[in-house]
């Protein structure tokens, strides 16, 4: 995993949860179907305890096309996902693809797993199933519109909704149309299953619907002040959870009565996760929040970057992905950070992972697929590039900054494990964080002190979770004179005197490094001006280059 200091990453993942879904035809005995919502009720809760650290496995490469994955489905060792036009089947073992199936657009939704079909939703505005075994076409039944809500399989239907405000079940067997229903908007995100076998989910018009299972006939309705798709419905505990801006909503699924509501400090961004006695959301801040199944907030904890999915409940251990590529496995009783992992792909990965006989499978944006154990190995410390100043370089000594970007595709970096000193000093503004994914690199501090000039030296210590430590140690000089500058401060001390920033050159090359430089030193020099308590002049902003 990549690592750097100051910076945080995130990504999406997908998760398999222990509860089989009802299909079409019985699974085999011993044969576990999990899905990346783990149950109709879409609760994403499964009982499965899981060990922390995690240790990558295996990752595949990107398919050779931009692909967006969907979440993953689990069955009898293989893992089944759509991204662009194809439905994959892959191996778990080792993330070999067995099979693949081309479809004609872009299949935008997660599939649904029987015993021996898929279930996905295309584009095209066609319902597929597809064989398990081979990848072969079983059949396809046209809906009205695009189809972009996951497909659920319960009460020995199908339901899926359209992005013209459809809701259908079909027969499993057939394609069959059974009945249909048209909401007053959209319908994008996958219906729930409440205990007694009613179809609930929400549409664009901010309504949320109740409908018989069997006959589609609506039972109630209930009208939002706030858009509730970014945050649709969860059903558990005879009791269903639900977003809707600031507000997270408990009502009963028999009657649509609110139970209770609990206003947030921000906006809700993910469907919520229920525990046995806990519910679990992100919000727009870029925090996690646990309440109490009374709505009363128990802890909230910072993720570095905004999570648009669902966390995943696995026992004690909730599994949060962010949208800058970074897995978080924090405790689901206290919020404590147990394990942080900064997936290797390109960013907004939105996706949630899996976890399924003791691994957890993630899928990055760029389509490629990574497995983790707490059991694989990790014996090599994280590695230490792009440092800065660099090694060997002369700079001015005048608001200098320093930078690192700390890579571990093993068990990731221990954030509290990374520190950085000059001349044998702690640098304490230096922070390793996610939130760059790992390969960026950025500041992660600014003297205020101008160095002397001559040699000084860096020394930056980094361990994985595994415990394998990395130390570097580099040099660099100072000349305050100007005459022998080689670094990213060029020029004469009359340059760079006043100036945080990198004086431009007429190189376009060099234009657009100092560019860069300057936007990082200006996010330092924010970030230190905020921990000072926004005391005194606020930092320049950069100069034009």
């Given at each position: 995993?990549?690592?750097?200091?100051w910076?945080?990453?995130?990504?999406?993942?997908?998760?398999?949860?222990?509860?089989?879904?009802k299909?079409?035809?019985?699974?085999?005995?011993?044969?576990?179907?999990?899905?990346?919502?783990?149950?109709?009720?879409?609760?994403?809760?499964?009982?499965?305890q899981?060990?922390?650290?995690?240790t990558?496995?295996?990752?595949?490469?990107?398919?050779?096309?931009?692909q967006?994955?969907?979440?993953?489905?689990y069955?009898?060792?293989?893992l089944?996902?759509?991204?662009?036009k194809?439905?994959?089947?892959?191996?778990a073992?080792?993330?070999?693809?067995?099979?693949?199936?081309?479809?004609?657009?872009?299949f935008?939704?997660?599939?649904?797993?029987?015993?021996?079909?898929?279930?996905?939703?295309?584009?095209?505005?066609?319902?597929?199933?597809?064989?398990?075994?081979?990848?072969?076409?079983?059949?396809?039944?046209?809906?009205?519109?695009?189809?972009?809500s996951?497909p659920?399989i319960?009460?020995?239907?199908?339901?899926?909704?359209?992005?013209?405000?459809?809701?259908?079940?079909?027969?499993?067997?057939?394609?069959?149309?059974?009945?249909?229903?048209?909401?007053?908007?959209?319908?994008?995100?996958?219906?729930?299953?409440?205990?007694?076998?009613?179809?609930?989910?929400?549409?664009?018009?901010?309504?949320?619907?109740?409908?018989?299972?069997?006959?589609g006939?609506?039972?109630?309705?209930?009208?939002?002040?706030?858009?509730?798709?970014?945050?649709?419905?969860?059903?558990?505990?005879n009791?269903?959870?639900?977003?809707?801006?600031?507000?997270?909503?408990?009502?009963?699924?028999?009657?649509g009565?609110?139970?209770?509501?609990?206003q947030?400090?921000?906006?809700?961004?993910?469907?919520?996760?229920?525990?046995?006695?806990?519910?679990?959301?992100?919000t727009d801040?870029?925090?996690?929040?646990?309440?109490?199944?009374?709505?009363?907030?128990?802890?909230?904890?910072?993720?570095?970057?905004?999570?648009?999915?669902?966390?995943?409940?696995?026992?004690?251990?909730?599994?949060?992905?962010?949208?800058?590529?970074?897995?978080?496995?924090?405790?689901?009783?206290?919020?404590a950070?147990?394990?942080?992992?900064?997936?290797?792909?390109?960013?907004?990965?939105?996706?949630?992972p899996?976890?399924?006989?003791?691994?957890?499978?993630?899928?990055?944006?760029?389509?490629?697929?990574?497995?983790?154990?707490?059991?694989?190995?990790?014996?090599?410390?994280?590695?230490?590039?792009?440092?800065?100043?660099?090694?060997?370089?002369?700079?001015?000594?005048?608001?200098?900054?320093?930078?690192?970007?700390v890579?571990?595709?093993g068990?990731?970096?221990?954030?509290?494990?990374?520190?950085?000193?000059?001349?044998?000093?702690p640098?304490?503004?230096?922070?390793?964080?996610?939130?760059?994914?790992?390969?960026?690199v950025?500041?992660?501090g600014?003297?205020?002190?101008?160095?002397?000039?001559?040699?000084?030296?860096?020394?930056?210590?980094?361990?994985?979770?595994?415990?394998n430590?990395?130390?570097?140690?580099?040099?660099?000089?100072?000349?305050?004179?100007?005459?022998?500058?080689?670094?990213?401060?060029?020029?004469?001390?009359?340059?760079?005197?006043?100036?945080?920033?990198?004086?431009?050159?007429?190189?376009a090359?060099?234009?657009?490094q100092?560019?860069?430089?300057?936007s990082?030193?200006?996010?330092?020099?924010?970030?230190?001006?905020?921990?000072?308590?926004?005391?005194?002049?606020?930092?320049?902003?950069?100069?034009s280059?």
């Amino acid at each position: 995993m990549c690592k750097m200091i100051w910076f945080s990453v995130i990504l999406g993942l997908i998760l398999i949860s222990g509860s089989p879904l009802k299909a079409d035809s019985p699974s085999p005995p011993g044969e576990r179907i999990e899905t990346s919502r783990s149950d109709a009720g879409r609760s994403n809760a499964i009982p499965n305890q899981i060990t922390t650290p995690l240790t990558l496995l295996w990752r595949t490469a990107p398919p050779p096309v931009d692909q967006t994955p969907q979440s993953a489905s689990y069955a009898a060792g293989i893992l089944y996902y759509a991204a662009g036009k194809t439905i994959y089947a892959a191996q778990a073992s080792d993330g070999t693809t067995l099979w693949s199936y081309q479809g004609s657009a872009a299949f935008n939704a997660s599939t649904a797993l029987s015993s021996d079909a898929l279930y996905a939703g295309s584009d095209d505005a066609n319902l597929y199933k597809i064989s398990l075994k081979d990848g072969s076409l079983i059949w396809k039944q046209p809906a009205s519109a695009s189809i972009r809500s996951a497909p659920v399989i319960a009460n020995g239907h199908v339901y899926f909704g359209t992005e013209d405000g459809h809701v259908y079940a079909l027969d499993p067997a057939t394609g069959n149309t059974i009945w249909s229903f048209q909401a007053g908007a959209a319908v994008s995100t996958p219906v729930v299953i409440d205990q007694s076998g009613n179809v609930l989910f929400v549409a664009g018009d901010s309504k949320l619907y109740d409908l018989n299972g069997d006959t589609g006939r609506q039972q109630w309705q209930r009208l939002f002040s706030a858009d509730p798709t970014d945050s649709p419905p969860a059903c558990a505990n005879n009791t269903l959870y639900i977003g809707a801006g600031q507000t997270l909503y408990a009502i009963s699924p028999h009657s649509g009565l609110i139970l209770w509501q609990t206003q947030l400090a921000q906006g809700i961004g993910s469907p919520p996760t229920v525990g046995p006695d806990n519910v679990y959301v992100a919000t727009d801040d870029s925090k996690i929040v646990c309440l109490n199944n009374q709505g009363a907030q128990i802890w909230s904890a910072d993720l570095g970057s905004r999570s648009t999915t669902p966390a995943l409940l696995a026992g004690k251990t909730l599994l949060v992905s962010t949208r800058h590529g970074v897995l978080l496995a924090l405790s689901a009783d206290t919020g404590a950070l147990k394990w942080e992992y900064v997936v290797q792909s390109s960013l907004n990965v939105e996706e949630l992972p899996i976890y399924a006989d003791n691994a957890l499978y993630a899928l990055g944006s760029d389509g490629s697929l990574s497995a983790f154990q707490a059991q694989a190995k990790d014996q090599t410390g994280p590695e230490i590039t792009d440092v800065l100043p660099k090694e060997g370089d002369t700079i001015l000594g005048t608001n200098v900054s320093y930078a690192a970007t700390v890579v571990d595709v093993g068990s990731g970096v221990s954030p509290s494990t990374v520190s950085l000193t000059l001349d044998g000093a702690p640098l304490s503004s230096a922070q390793y964080s996610a939130d760059r994914n790992g390969i960026e690199v950025a500041p992660i501090g600014v003297s205020l002190t101008p160095l002397s000039n001559g040699q000084h030296t860096m020394v930056l210590k980094a361990t994985d979770w595994k415990g394998n430590t990395t130390t570097k140690s580099w040099g660099f000089m100072v000349d305050n004179t100007g005459k022998t500058v080689s670094g990213p401060y060029r020029g004469t001390p009359t340059d760079n005197s006043n100036s945080p920033y990198p004086p431009p050159t007429d190189d376009a090359a060099e234009r657009m490094q100092e560019r860069q430089q300057a936007s990082q030193i200006y996010r330092a020099l924010m970030r230190q001006y905020k921990q000072n308590g926004s005391n005194g002049p606020s930092p320049p902003m950069p100069p034009s280059y």
